[in-house]
């Protein structure tokens, strides 16, 4: 399918899904999107791994994503979560997605039964060929098993298979090959998100297109910061407010993941609801403990 290809860059936001008594909640999916955009960030990815996506049914994330769209502004971007493994389902959230609006698709890698070069290659194909809109790579070894090779992502993006990739790694040298190795084919148009907050600055100063990252959600603000200062030159204050940031991602989602996340948006005055089982929210000792970690970096509620 022939597209114009729409590069996308800045601050996403790795979206939480709210879940209210159990369900998915329309009136805080609406709250969250103008929260998001009143503070500064350029778009959310919906239903991707922060957003629980693995726990909720297809029909479930197709409203999820639906509902986004349908409260976002046309210059916040909606990147919809396509987490499934089999070429099918993937297909159909992701055809469903560009039928209701969203500016991309998120395509994590297929996983659990260790697929070959070849038939990840033919996955992210028969997406392309049926999407209209930019195609993204999602690389999770963490969740998948399977670390992407940089060289495999860069002939995907050179042949026209993908249009960018969300690197969530915590291995630095991994994203500047991509990086590296997409500079000499001359893929200008790539979006080339990374996706841990432990090497947002550094890969913002290697030439990356921005960052998709779970702790905008509850600090966007110091998100928006890092990626500003940097723009303007103001390396003194990106790497200030950086720090701020990182002491807080690692203390909250390191240690406590999904649950500490909607905990922190909890004392922000952003009702979420609980994680899905089997998570368990945070029991008194923990939920104290976020508030504090908050406070240190300076979050007022």
Not at 108 to 116: A, D, E, K, N, V
Not at 136 to 163: C, Q
């Amino acid at each position: 399918m022939v597209f114009k290809m729409t590069q996308l860059k800045g601050v996403f936001v790795a979206m939480v899904t709210p879940f209210i008594g159990g369900n998915i909640s329309r009136d805080s999916i609406a709250r969250l999107m103008e929260y998001y955009k009143l503070k500064g960030l350029n778009g959310a990815l919906v239903c991707g791994s922060t957003g629980e996506a693995h726990l909720m049914r297809i029909e479930e994330i197709k409203e999820t994503i639906k509902t986004a769209i349908e409260f976002s502004k046309s210059d916040f971007k909606i990147i919809a979560g396509v987490l499934r493994s089999d070429t099918g389902s993937a297909l159909e959230i992701a055809k469903f997605a560009e039928d209701h609006g969203a500016s991309a698709v998120l395509a994590l890698t297929p996983y659990y039964y260790g697929f070959s070069d070849e038939e990840i290659l033919e996955h992210y194909s028969k997406l392309r060929d049926k999407l209209g809109i930019p195609l993204l790579l999602y690389n999770a070894p963490r969740f998948t098993g399977r670390n992407v090779s940089p060289k495999l992502i860069v002939k995907m993006l050179s042949e026209g298979i993908i249009d960018g990739i969300k690197d969530t790694v915590w291995d630095f040298s991994h994203f500047a090959q991509i990086l590296a190795e997409n500079g000499s084919i001359g893929r200008k148009d790539a979006s080339l998100f990374v996706g841990t907050t432990q090497i947002f600055l550094p890969s913002l100063i290697i030439g990356a297109s921005g960052a998709i990252l779970a702790s905008a959600n509850y600090l966007p603000e110091l998100c928006v910061k890092v990626y500003d200062c940097f723009l303007k030159g103001d390396l003194v204050g990106s790497r200030e407010h950086n720090k701020m940031l990182l002491k807080a991602s690692t203390a909250i989602e390191k240690k406590l993941g999904i649950p500490g996340i909607k905990a922190a948006m909890d004392i922000r005055g952003l009702p979420v609801g609980a994680p899905r089982e089997p998570f368990n929210p945070l029991n008194e000792d923990q939920y104290k403990y976020v508030r504090k970690v908050l406070e240190t970096v300076g979050v007022k509620y």
